[in-house]
T-cell receptor
Framework: GESVGLHLPTLSVQEGDNSIINCAYSNSASDYFIWYKQESGKGPQFIIDIRSNMDKRQGQRVTVLLNKTVKHLSLQIAATQPGDSAVYFCAESHSNTDKLIFGTGTRLQVFP | EAGVAQSPRYKIIEKRQSVAFWCNPISGHATLYWYQQILGQGPKLLIQFQNNGVVDDSQLPKDRFSAERLKGVDSTLKIQPAKLEDSAVYLC???????????FGSGTRLTVV
């Protein structure tokens, strides 16, 4: 069936370094992707999204890259801060439906 | 604006008991979602409402789970009887329409013992 997965369950980075969180998706028909951040005890929080007609989108300290050829999505966080520590989920969707399919998450740990 | 409100934050029950969760979406949001999030996994959609009508409940275990949104605003999700595998965080989310961005509440953490 359709699924969204992540390569690395836990990523540890030093404060100030850049972080890259990866995600593989299986449905080539998916045309919309979202990255969420989930802190302990809270619900997922929208970070950035990208549509399939783009291969890169930038936000504040975050960049999402989409490679449709290999069905791969990544989230880059520049100058990672302790407040970035959380679990990050990618989610995919198709324009025919608003159903979001979430991956299993990557835990980002930032150490001083 | 106020976010999505959920209660209670935590609940511990014994298996075969019943439990109910409450959600108040962001004001004006017509679409409301209930998700189940098992530890270490991404949220899984249980049911989606558009106003007070059900849009998608294909993943809802209807033999034990039920949900309602009688006046198109607040919603309740009920489990009866609960099983050990129902232990999870139950997240409520809402959106203006059927757009794919949505706001999530902080969830209710259910532990079934």
């Amino acid at each position: 069936g359709e699924s969204v997965g992540l390569h690395l369950p836990t990523l540890s980075v030093q404060e100030g370094d850049n972080s890259i969180i990866n995600c593989a998706y299986s449905n080539s028909a998916s045309d919309y992707f979202i990255w969420y951040k989930q802190e302990s005890g809270k619900g997922p929080q929208f970070i950035i999204d990208i549509r399939s007609n783009m291969d890169k989108r930038q936000g504040q300290r975050v960049t999402v890259l989409l490679n449709k050829t290999v069905k791969h999505l990544s989230l880059q966080i520049a100058a990672t801060q302790p407040g970035d520590s959380a679990v990050y989920f990618c989610a995919e969707s198709h324009s025919n439906t608003d159903k979001l399919i979430f991956g299993t998450g990557t835990r980002l740990q930032v150490f001083p | 604006e106020a976010g999505v409100a959920q209660s209670p934050r935590y609940k511990i029950i014994e298996k075969r008991q019943s439990v109910a969760f409450w959600c108040n979406p962001i004001s004006g949001h017509a679409t409301l979602y209930w998700y189940q999030q098992i530890l270490g996994q991404g949220p899984k959609l249980l049911i989606q409402f558009q106003n007070n009508g059900v849009v998608d409940d294909s993943q809802l275990p209807k033999d034990r789970f039920s949900a309602e949104r009688l006046k198109g605003v607040d919603s309740t999700l009920k489990i009866q009887p609960a099983k050990l595998e129902d232990s999870a965080v139950y997240l409520c989310a809402s959106s203006l329409g059927t757009d794919r961005g949505r706001a999530f509440g902080s969830g209710t953490r259910l532990t079934v013992v």
